[in-house]
C-alpha cells in the first residue's frame, strides 16, 4: 500500500512536470511603415471690408489671429512628426 502511494505520488509529479505549457515567446522586430503626408492647403484668412466700423474690424482681426496661431500650430506639429527622416 506504501509503495503504491509513492508511485502514484511520483507519478503525479512527473505529470505535472511535463505539462506545463511553454509561454509563447514575444520578439520585437521595427517594421518599416509607409509614411503618407497629406498636403494641407494654406487657410483663407478673412478680409476686412472697408463698410466695417471699427468693432466688426477687430472681431475679423482677431479670427485672423487666431487663424493664424492655428495654422503655425499645425505646421509645427507637420515638423516633428517622424516622417521623412531617415534612420
Known sequence: MKREIIT???AMALVSCT???????VVKV?????CEIEKV???????????M???EAAQVRMA???????????LRAANDSPCGETP
Do not use: G, Y
Open 8 to 10: 502514484a505520488i511520483t
Open 64 to 74: 485672423q489671429l487666431q487663424l493664424i496661431i492655428a495654422e503655425n500650430i499645425r
Open 19 to 25: 505539462t506545463t505549457p511553454e509561454l509563447p515567446k
Open 30 to 34: 521595427p517594421v518599416p511603415v509607409p
Open 53 to 55: 466700423n471699427v468693432f
Open 41 to 51: 492647403e494654406p487657410t483663407e484668412l478673412p478680409k476686412v471690408r472697408d463698410d
